[in-house]
């Protein structure tokens, strides 16, 4: 027993090197094995020449990266970029009114509306972009809407707009939550303290609201513009073949083309924008 | 990033990317050895105990009938049959070449893919002296430019490429691929093309007189140009549902394979024009795979489905003709039916052949037309 | 307190946005006709055509195993590496990485997947997407348990360190049934995720196997049917019937704690 005591702390921190190994060593296997090597190939690809039937000839080139650069390629690449600011936007613009209410709702409605919010999500991710086809396409509903006031029928489906709609039917809940869970835990009193100083609801909430929930928005943002950016889904089936985003083109060159460094190439750009958002977003949020 | 943590981190991204060239590395070298085995074919024999076989086969939506697979388990003997689809060639052979074993035993790809699995010594030499049925195709089917003599595909389907469109909607009977390519008014923003890559290109090439196994650099170009200017006018690519685009009256022009377009819809309005400027020969064909270890069922499956019955099931269901003389024999031809088409005419058109290595240039073609704005 | 009425115009645009569709939905897949888009009367004949689609039934059964194995791994691994991450490191390195997954696009872990699964020349399979569908849960496992961590307290730890117990004692008799309900619910979000998920399975999966979302998404493609909407409508009871349910369990489970 004496011993045992007097060991203590060299057997602690033993231990801790111990414990460090037990716990870590296999999550941290599998992610190096499933995550970090995948991302490696895809990284070390984009320098390799294409085999015929996919894979690769390991003969170093460039040309990857002057193809991504070829305006054909590269203004898919801005466009996608323009589809996800915007939907990212417009969820933002509706969803932080939403969260907001929603944090002001007596508790039991509170939990409804939240649920309300959620449920969407629940079902398939793939069905809820198959509703948008059945409600815009040509002989769709919307436009057998319009068609019993006279109205002529509209090209909705097959466009950027339907993209857009898409990507934030899919996404919009994970705008609404994080953005709640930040106005929840704002105190009233510290808006109450505003408006009793005199202060006008807007400038009360450009002063004190906003910048208190800016994590929240920033959250919001990022879980809404990750998938809208990498998607290929949504841009194939509600904006056909004509309105593209860099995910087609990914999916494109893996699954059709089968020239697996370009698709390494394209799927680097993507990397390469999320990394420079995360670290504007560190900024931004040590600045706050 | 202060220096010793970049110090500290740097052996660890060395030693992720090391590990991942060194996989790569041991990846390609493997793939490379494995395609020594071109041209072996394998001993077969003619009565081997079929229920201890199963079959994995891989094919279009609606090309086999749905009943097939109980049809083949009764009647062959076979433990097991599963089929699974694809929607398209390139599909199909992104599962067929992936590494490793693609599980699967027959394949339903187009010659020019059949050719190109077999060069990369995937397939299976056929054995006719296990498929007697050989002896229902017509004459033509055994000496198609992809594959003369049957060596390592067996024919399914045929037909030609041309415009299906809407009689009702269309203001002049399209004769013309330019009808396609450079639509009218009134067909502005109403007609489809496939995106597969050569019968993307197929409407441009022939409109411009070029043949569709062109590997030149510049008739490409030519037809990349004429495609680009095309772009702005389609309603959308389609390689799979143009003929219900059609019946709903979204497209009123769509370029179509003869089989899917549904001119015998019971309204009628539904018309199918060989473009002037010439089509091809295409041909829908089962292949056997090298990896099967299943080959005598996979034989005993193609003899099947060249016996009369089963194949005309294909003509009469979904409306292609299929190179087995016996079973065109039995076939009733609807009104409206293209299925009438001889197969002398059908050899007028260019039969698609694969092109070896200049063949990625027409991926680059359907990948650099589909990122266009 | 005051709250303005033009918020609540975002407000029940939201929600008219989000069910809108479903409602749609629900009401078409009772479409007696063969159109996705003009009733013509009602049936539940999609309904019968639905339970005799063996692709539909066999794309349940390969989404449930796929999710179950998933989930398993993940919330084994995930929950070790939270402990590990919150209690044996301050390395940020490590944290980042096991946030990563949950950050990138499922298209870039998908087409990574995709490339070291030929490089080492993987036969796909279910266990590919068992395995490519662990790297995304285990991150969102890894996070929730963390959180219950570092807000839990490490008292009774320490005390059973003092008393001498190993790492491992320490958690399994300690920490694990602490961490219990973060576990429950990281697993129940892993097994979530994995049902929806669609980019990494359609890459990982063998030829022979399709997920359920990768059945849906081969039916749209080849043309709409109100049998898709007749799928719609029983996921969306089936999830309807989880959620209540699960809010009926909390409350049950609340109220007892406050008994």
Known sequence: ?288 | MSRSRFTRRFPATIAVVGLALAVAACGGGASSSSQDTTGAAAELKPNADLTKQSLQVTVWDGYLPKELADKVKATLKVKDMTITLHDTNEIAMTKLTAPGDSGIDVAFVSGQYAQALNAMGLLEPIHPELIPNLANLYPEATQLSYDKGNKYSVPYTWGTTGICYRKDLVKKVPDSWNDLLKPPAWADKKVTMMTTERWLALPALKALGFSVNTDKDEEIEQARKLLLEQKPHLLTYDDTTFGERLQSGEAVMVEAWDGWCPTTDPKGNIGFANPKEGSDLWVDTMVIMKSSKNKEAAHALINYILSPEIHSWAAENINYKVPNKAAMERVKIPKGSLLGITPDKLLDGESIIDLGPASTKYTRLSADIQAAK | MRRSKFLYVPFWATYVFLYLPIVVLVVMSFNAGDSAYSFDGFSLKWYGELVRDDRVLSGVVNTLIVAAGSTVIATVLGTLLAVGLVRHTRSKVLEAISLMPAVLPDLVIAIGLLLFYGAIQLTLGLYSAVLAHGVFSMAFVAAVVRTRLTGADTSLEEASRDLGAGPVTTFMKITLPQLMPGIVAGALLAFTLSLDEFVIAYFTIGNSEQTLPIVIYSMIRFGVTPKINALAAILLLVSFTAVIAGQRLTKIGESRAQD
């Open chain 1, 1 to 288: 027993m004496e011993s045992k005591v007097k060991a203590r702390p060299a057997s602690r921190s033993r231990g801790r090197r111990l414990g460090a190994f037990v716990f870590l060593t296999p999550g941290l296997t599998y992610l190096l094995v499933l995550l970090l090597v995948p991302l490696a190939l895809v990284l070390s690809y984009t320098v390799f020449q294409r085999g015929r039937f996919g894979g690769v000839v390991y003969e170093f080139t460039t040309e990857n990266f002057s193809r991504l650069l070829d305006p054909l390629y590269f203004d898919v690449v801005v466009q996608s970029l323009k589809i996800a600011v915007l939907t990212t936007v417009i969820a933002l613009l509706i969803g932080y009114p939403t969260a907001y209410l929603i944090a002001q709702l007596p508790r039991k409605w509170k939990t409804i509306a939240l649920v309300a919010v959620v449920l969407p999500f629940w079902t398939n991710f793939i069905i809820r972009v198959y509703a948008w086809i059945i409600l815009l396409s040509g002989p769709g509903l919307i436009n057998s809407a319009l068609n019993v006031f006279g109205i002529e029928p509209l090209e909705l489906l097959y466009n950027d707009g339907a993209i857009v709609t898409g990507l934030l039917y899919s996404y919009l809940p994970l705008m609404v939550l994080p953005l709640y869970a930040a106005i929840e835990r704002l105190d009233p009193q510290l808006r109450e303290a505003s408006a009793n100083l005199g202060a006008s609801a807007f400038t009360t909430f450009r002063k004190v609201t906003l910048p208190l929930t800016l994590p929240g928005v920033l959250t919001g943002s990022m879980f809404v513009f990750v998938p809208s950016l990498g998607n290929f889904v949504i841009p194939e089936l509600l904006g056909g073949s004509k309105s593209i985003m860099v995910g087609n083109l990914i999916r494109q060159q893996f699954l059709t083309a089968r020239d697996w460094p370009f698709g390494s190439t394209l799927a680097l750009a993507v990397i390469a924008v999320l990394i420079v958002l995360l670290m504007i977003q560190a900024w931004v949020t040590r600045r706050a």
